[in-house]
């Protein structure tokens, strides 16, 4: 059996066995709120609700959803920013049986289709805002009810105000259609039956069956629904919390700025905290001065973000004003952390007045986020941590599942109670990544370059996968260059991340022109003609034209060459 680094710095009093819930989400959030009802469960730009009403407002969403026809299995995918609704739906979804698909809020069309079609969903759920690019998804899809809501229905009344008469009313009302509700239309329509009760028993599902679905690109780019189960959940929160000394407490505030479609977002500064009895501070939509603001006025106790975020707030002009006294826990993933943003946002947390440092992690949406985690008061250069409680790692051999001896590089590998279920419908591909070892377990085969050392703390070095995080969003080059290659100029196309101080990484496209096109103009109208069809991370920053691309000895586009180029331009 691997190393199980973590048992050597288990906070005092961890158990000597771990043993999982095998609650769902819903019955674990039900309990926390029967017995914390006063204490408040989030807080939406100043607007906020204690776990009582929380519990309410979930229960009357899951008699909304059943009158609507929704049940046991049923799939909804959630397009939705940080915001009350957006909460309300997934564990309104869990406590029916069914299934909560959650995707970027701002996919474009062809994107949400693409969603939409691997999911399966019959229902969906989004903001008027995004109608635009939700409706011509919805056309050919199996969606047979969309809901619409807004943005404002749970701002406080003055800021509610301001955004109907500024932003609210350039917004686009939704064409009335039969497969097609508003929210408000639906919460107040519905029939709570002869008992009149909104409250009905939670559908008795086994914790192991998938309730939630997460997106990745998988081992080849092409977009993967990741099969995720309240056990995967169950477990990532218990493991996060005993790491933590002291853990989550009741009343413990978290800045929630981390997005719900993502694995970090939402299993981490958002089930880990509302089923520990925490106060989620709902950020819908990220911008630095906005986050100094929260941080002025709320003081949370746990914050987590990419390295962008810490960059950002790290050289934003008021950031010296913050209080970070009470700061317990300060995380840091979606993308390696470089050692100058942690040194520098280091040094703002100890000019605050914390006592925590911000402590860097390593996961991946196969196991639903974070696995690797240092532990606090344990760092170590470079790396990424030890595994959490009950999960286990080792490094192989890249396409092998032969262990490497300690120091060597090789494919890191992580089973345990968080690995993923599989891809949606794509057993070769689960097959791929999910692999069966010598020792009898299923490992999951990350793509991802690493190291380990004699006391079980890894260290990150590469991604052998393609794939650019680009202000920690997960960007796929093969599904750019798919596009980019739609153009009628395009010959050839390879697309690589270059360095960037900033988001980290930047998109760049290596193009090869038709014949007579010239160069000058053609950039300007390739970037147009893709800007309908990537969003803005995937968005080139840049295109270089060349005559030709540099090809491996079997003929493939030398990727990796181009990459080399591109940093080294950078660094020179």
Known sequence: MPRAPWRAFQPEGSPDELVFDEKTLY????????????????????????YGEFLTSIDKTAAAFTGMGVGPGDVMTICLPNCPQALFAFYALNKLGAVASMIHPLSV?????????????????????????????????????????????????????????????????????????????????????????????????????????????????????????????????????????????????????????????????????????????????????????????????????????????????????????????????????????????????QAGGASVELIEGYGLTETVTACTVLPIGEYRRESIGIPLPGIWAKVVSPDTTEELPVGEEGELCITGPTNMIGYMNQREETAEVIRRHEDGLDWVHTGDLCSMDADGFVYFKMRLKRMVKVSGIAVYPPQVEEVLRGHGSVKAVCVVGVPDPYKMNVIRAYVVPSEGCPEEELEAEILQWAADKLNRWSMPKDIVFRRELPLTRVGKVAYTELEREAAEGVAS
């Open 27 to 50: 019955e674990a959030l039900a309990e926390v709120a029967a017995s914390h009802s006063e204490k408040m469960a989030w807080d939406f730009l100043g607007n906020r609700q204690k």
């Open 109 to 349: 069309s062809e994107e949400i289709k693409t969603f939409l079609d691997i999911s399966g969903s019959k229902w969906m759920l989004t903001l008027d805002a995004f109608w635009p690019r939700v409706g011509p998804a919805l056309e050919g899809s199996a969606v047979e009810k969309a809901i619409h809501c807004r943005i404002q229905e749970h701002m406080p009344p003055l800021l509610k105000a301001a955004f109907v008469i500024t932003k609210g009313r350039k917004i686009k009302k939704v064409p009335p259609e039969d497969k097609v509700v508003s929210w408000d239309v639906l919460m107040t329509a519905m029939d709570y039956g002869a008992s009149g009760s909104h409250n009905s028993a939670p559908f008795n599902r086994d914790p192991k069956d998938m309730s939630v679905i997460l997106y990745s690109g998988g081992t080849t780019g092409t977009p993967k629904g990741i099969m995720l189960s309240d056990w995967n959940f169950n477990a990532l929160t218990q493991g996060l919390n005993w790491q933590i000394p002291g853990g989550v407490e009741p009343g413990d505030k978290v800045l929630t700025i981390l997005p719900l479609f993502h694995g970090f977002g939402l299993g981490v500064t958002a089930n880990l905290f509302l089923t520990r009895g925490g106060c989620c501070i709902l950020v819908p939509k990220f911008s630095a001065e906005e986050v100094v603001k929260v941080l002025l006025k709320k003081t949370p106790q746990f914050m987590a973000g990419v390295p962008t975020l810490f960059e950002a707030l790290s050289v934003h002009p008021k950031i010296g004003k913050v209080d970070f006294s009470a700061l317990k826990g300060c995380f840091g993933g979606g993308d390696k952390v470089p050692e100058t943003v942690k040194k520098r946002f280091d040094e703002v947390l």
